[in-house]
C-alpha cells in the first residue's frame, strides 16, 4: 500500500513536501515516482527516482523539484519549491516500469493548489 500525503493549498513561489509511505518493502525495491493530473488533462510524470537513486525529472520542474528516497523508513518524497500555479493538480506516488516510465502500482493522490 502507497499512502500519499502533504499536498495543500499555497501561495506561488512557495513549497510543499509530499511523503509517499510504502507498506512493506514495496518502495526500497522498486523504481518510484510521483505523477500528476491536472484538471482535464492526462496524467504525466513527474520525478522518478531508482532504487540507485537515479533521477528523472519533467522539465517543466526541472531545478525546483526534488525526488527523495529514505529506504530504511520506507518513503519516497518529493520537495516542491517555487511552485507556480500550473503545478496545481492531484500528485500520485507509484512504483514505476523503468522501460515505459510509467506507474504500476498506485497510491492515492493528494492535492496540491498553488494560488496566483
Known amino acids: 500500500q502507497l499512502q500519499a500525503s502533504g499536498g495543500g493549498l499555497v501561495q506561488a513561489g512557495g513549497s510543499l513536501r509530499l511523503s509517499c509511505a510504502a507498506s512493506?518493502?514495496?518502495?526500497?525495491?522498486?523504481?518510484m515516482g510521483w505523477y500528476r493530473q491536472a484538471p482535464g488533462k492526462q496524467r504525466e510524470m513527474v520525478a522518478v527516482?531508482?532504487?540507485?537513486?537515479?533521477?528523472n525529472y519533467l522539465d517543466s520542474v526541472k531545478g525546483r523539484f526534488i525526488i527523495s528516497r529514505d529506504n530504511a523508513k520506507n518513503t519516497v518524497n518529493l520537495q516542491m519549491n517555487r511552485l507556480k500555479p500550473e503545478d496545481t493538480a492531484v500528485y500520485y506516488c507509484?512504483?514505476?516500469?523503468?522501460?515505459?516510465?510509467?506507474?504500476?502500482?498506485w497510491g492515492q493522490g493528494t492535492l496540491v493548489t498553488v494560488s496566483s
Open positions: 527516482i531508482t532504487t540507485g537513486e537515479t533521477t
Open positions: 512493506g518493502s514495496i518502495s526500497s525495491a522498486n523504481a
Open positions: 507509484a512504483t514505476v516500469n523503468l522501460a515505459t516510465l510509467t506507474g504500476s502500482y
